[in-house]
């Protein structure tokens, strides 16, 4: 009896240091995401401003080309 006890007992703390390893990965990984999602909208916001500019300078090309 006493030695199914100590197995069982030894069986929860393997499985609790699991979980726990498991929460550490979770909370790396959602930190990860909320990074990359920072970088992406950097990106997008980059882009977005060098299409305006593109978009800019084409009409200033064609209104020297009129002129």
Same mark, same amino acid.
Do not use: T
């Given at each position: 009896?006493?030695? %199914?006890?100590? =197995? ?6 393997? %499985? #609790?240091? &699991? &979980? ?9 990984? %959602? #930190? %990860?995401? #909320? ?10 916001? =980059? ?14 090309? =064609?209104?020297? &080309?009129?002129?």
């Amino acid at each position: 009896m006493e030695k %199914s006890k100590r =197995k069982i007992e030894g069986d929860l703390r393997v %499985s #609790q240091e &699991a &979980a726990a390893e498991i929460e550490r990965s979770k909370a790396e990984l %959602s #930190q %990860s995401i #909320q990074r990359k999602d920072r970088e992406f909208g950097a990106i997008m916001a =980059k882009i977005e401003d060098e299409a305006s500019l593109g978009s800019k300078q084409q009409k200033q090309i =064609k209104e020297l &080309a009129v002129s």
